[in-house]
């Protein structure tokens, strides 16, 4: 059983399953990259684990404790954490005071967070008091992020990290996937730039039609044919 673990989920809206029998792991200080088309039920597994959306089948561990059927809050207590890709800031707040909000289930310490995450996101410390729907695309991305970091997780899902980002943001946006994990934090990562994030990814899977297609090392799916002819552009 791996630091995360899901087995066998089955989950979705209304009375149809989007995931048919999903399982992965994150391992401990890993970073893994989940690849498919869209529609895939990508975005969905993250949900899932996250306390979203309820299993109807299945089970997903956390720290070797089972955590599906927990609320979103005891699971981000527990040092799980999420960054959708919409709706991941308060645009009518500061930057600032969404740091606060995303501190909301620390009982102290929360101040010195805010120093750390500033220390990772020198440009949020220029712009604290700044209402963040002024901010931009790679400026809200950086503040979701910082959001999560508050809580100080042991896992970190993002959801799109890169969507709608200029090339010479998404690499800093990669960089920075990089130095949060370099801090011993795991990542479990959806991503379209399929190529960028499988080439800084331990391990990849690959999700078609709700179900697992394929896995293995970020190296490996990266030189697969099919890989590169499918997802990478030949």
């Keep these: 059983m791996g630091f995360l673990s899901a087995l066998a989920v089955f989950s979705g809206y209304g009375e149809k399953d989007i995931l048919q029998g999903v399982s992965i792991r994150v391992d401990s200080s890993e970073i893994v990259t989940m690849i498919g088309p869209n529609g895939a039920g990508k975005s969905t597994f993250l949900k899932t684990i996250a306390g979203l959306i309820k299993p109807r089948r299945g089970a997903i561990h956390f720290l070797r404790e089972p955590i599906h059927g927990l609320r979103p809050s005891e699971i981000t207590r527990r040092g799980l954490c999420y960054v959708p890709q919409e709706e991941n ?16 289930v620390l009982q102290k310490g929360w101040p010195q967070r805010r120093q750390e995450v500033f220390g990772r996101f020198p440009i949020l410390e220029k712009r604290k008091g700044v209402r963040a729907g002024a901010l931009s695309g790679g400026e809200r991305q950086m503040l979701a992020m910082g959001m999560a970091l508050m809580v100080e997780p042991k896992l970190l899902m993002l959801d799109e990290p890169s969507a709608g980002l200029a090339p010479s943001l998404v690499d800093t946006i990669f960089q920075k996937v990089l130095e949060i994990n370099g801090q011993g934090i795991a990542i479990l990562m959806v991503e379209q730039n399929a190529r960028e994030s499988l080439q800084l990814s331990h391990r990849g899977y690959v999700m078609v039609m709700g179900k697992n297609r394929m896995e293995g090392s970020g190296k490996e799916l990266i030189t697969n044919p099919e890989i590169r002819e499918t997802f990478l552009g030949g």
Excluded at 89 to 103: D, K, Q, R, T, Y
Aim: glycine letters at 6%.
């Design 89 to 104: 800031i308060f645009p009518s707040l500061s930057v600032e005071e969404n740091l606060e909000m995303g501190a909301y």
